[in-house]
């Protein structure tokens, strides 16, 4: 990988991936060289236009314009947002196969650029997207990775900070599987600061309710289509989840994060990509971290791996 010019390509200018570079502009450092790319060209160099208009006011001294493929020879990391849009009432197991076609025009030339940096995948569903982009691309599956549930994490610890009066960032607590309708919270492992959520819970001395983390859990798995009722399309949260990713690869920061990764025995699993907590590095994933789930925290892991394993083994890739 070259750290050196910390280069990124998106690919998909939409919502979605506008999302990102305008969140990656203003955040500032993280790279230098944003390539935009869609299959929409004029959109693309209009976005890349706006974005340099408003460098003058952004942390950020970035080279930032519209390319194609062989761009992505030399670059860091490659973004996947491009792919059709979610619809009202879909869910996102109901896009793979439209997602999957579009994703066979795309890996193909990235490869072929020459390209040896990290996949990163945001298109949904992201933890079938990201498996397809792993074989389709035959790259090392530390190099291949999906945004997973890293953005339902984000939510989880805000509702359960609003919940305990209390910074999310001193919420320690992850969603897990599926980045769809069977993910779930390991309430087993929830800390606020360094004291565990169930023994307060447990604790008679307040009113916090196990009743009501079970109704955050679900707030937490709905919010998706919630948003996309009220304004059609989820793009802003996604966004800053990419961005937060991409600080943490190019950074070499070793921070963990809810990223869909391929499970090589890890929860008992193999071969499917899903949402779970890593150590994100340079190089990608350095480390799968294995919670100590419940019985029960385990059987409804199996169940959104099977969900994935499922839908995976029906395409004909």
């Known amino acids: 990988m070259n750290t050196d010019k910390r280069k990124v390509v998106l690919i998909g200018t939409g919502m979605v991936g506008m999302s990102f570079a305008y969140a990656l502009v203003n955040q500032g450092g993280i790279c230098n060289e944003l390539v935009l790319i869609d299959v929409n060209k004029e959109r693309a160099n209009g976005e890349a236009m706006d974005l340099n208009h408003g460098l003058a006011f952004a942390k950020s001294n970035m080279r930032i314009y519209a390319g194609d493929y062989k761009d992505c020879k030399d670059a860091d990391i490659v973004v996947i947002a491009a792919g059709v849009a979610q619809r009202e009432g879909e869910t996102r197991l109901d896009l793979l196969q439209r997602n999957t076609e579009v994703f066979r025009s795309i890996i193909s030339p990235v490869v072929k650029s ?7 995948v945001a298109t949904n569903p992201v933890d079938i997207m990201t498996r397809v982009t792993y074989e389709l691309s035959r790259f090392g599956a530390s190099r291949v990775i999906g945004t997973g549930t890293s953005l339902d994490t984000a939510r989880l610890r805000y509702l359960l900070g609003d919940y305990f009066t209390v910074d999310p960032k001193n919420i320690h607590a992850y969603v897990i599987g599926e980045h769809g309708d069977s993910e779930f919270v390991p309430f087993s492992q929830v800390m606020l600061a360094t004291k565990s959520v169930s023994e307060i819970l ?24 919630k948003i996309i009722k009220a304004k059609r399309a989820t793009y802003y949260g996604i966004g800053m989840a990419i961005t937060r990713i991409i600080k943490a690869i190019l950074g070499d920061e070793n921070s963990v994060l809810t990223v869909s990764a391929k499970l090589c025995g890890e929860y008992d699993s193999k071969n499917v990509f899903i949402g779970v907590p890593c150590i994100i590095g340079r190089n990608g994933v350095k480390e799968i971290v294995e919670l100590s789930l419940t019985n029960e925290e385990k059987e409804k892991f199996q169940n959104s791996k099977t969900i994935l394993d499922d839908s995976f083994n029906g395409l004909n890739l």
């Open 114 to 120: 020459g390209f040896d940096g990290i996949f990163l």
């Open 202 to 225: 447990a604790d008679e001395k307040n009113d916090y309710k196990i009743e009501d983390m079970q109704s955050i859990e679900e707030q937490v798995r709905t919010s998706a289509y």
